[in-house]
């Protein structure tokens, strides 16, 4: 008897899909994200992965933050900084839903366009975010600060992955930034070291974890 196998219902991106956004469109979308920006203001980032262990831009002060509606979830492919179009790996994204503890940065108004074209390039590299001001709310009083949230209608989007298969990816991805893995840890750490508690993060560091001593 002949065994039906069921479609793969998480399948990589085709690489044939990927683009990258030219300058104009980044351009473009730093400036529609900055129109409603008071250049006098400070400025503040939300931080929820990479952003809050490596920023990569001066602060003038960072707070811990919670966010409602969303959630830090690995949905988003990375095939740049932690994957290829080939093989993507897989980074942090804002998904609909819940709640997040994430870092807030303040950016000294003066310090803001610089700052911002730079984290733009990083960030922004295919559009697969959407930046949008959303309300935090930290010990010190509640602020509005610019995220990343993941654009769910992009092939860039994946949900619902298994812990083995999250494993698989994050052990063999590898980007243009490092090894996928050292963004899954670090992230792990960062998080610890702010008293930041993400069961889902814990489940998945435990699970690579035990993966890596099965092949010592």
């Known amino acids: 008897m002949n065994t039906v196998f069921s479609p793969n219902p998480h399948p990589m991106p085709a690489p044939s899909n990927f683009r990258l956004l030219t300058d104009a469109e980044r351009h473009a ?13 400070d400025l503040w980032v939300y931080g929820y992965g990479s952003l809050i262990w490596r920023p990569e831009f001066d ?12 959630h830090r979830a690995l949905c988003l492919w990375s095939r740049v900084n932690r ?20 870092v807030v940065f303040r950016i000294p108004a003066n ?11 990083r960030e922004m590299p295919s559009g697969a975010y959407i930046p949008k001001w ?39 991805a590898h980007g243009s930034y490092g090894p996928c893995i050292e963004y899954v840890l670090e992230t ?16 998945l560091v435990g699970a690579l974890q035990t993966s890596l001593a099965q092949d010592c």
């Open 59 to 70: 602060f003038s002060e960072k707070r811990i933050a919670l966010l409602h509606g969303y």
């Open 134 to 172: 959303l309300n935090c709310r930290t010990d010190e009083g509640p602020i509005t600060a610019l995220a990343f949230t993941m654009n769910r209608n992009t092939d860039a989007y994946v949900s619902g992955l298994p812990v083995d298969r999250l494993v698989h990816i994050v052990r063999n």
């Open 188 to 203: 792990a750490q960062a998080l610890r070291q702010s008293n930041i508690h993400d069961k889902r993060l814990q489940t």
């Open 111 to 121: 310090d803001v366009p610089t700052t911002m074209e730079a984290l733009w390039r």
């Open 83 to 102: 994957g290829t179009p080939d093989q993507p790996g897989l980074v942090f994204g804002l998904d609909t839903g819940g709640s997040c503890q994430g």
């Open 29 to 41: 979308s730093l400036q529609a994200s900055l129109a409603d920006w008071n250049p006098d203001q």
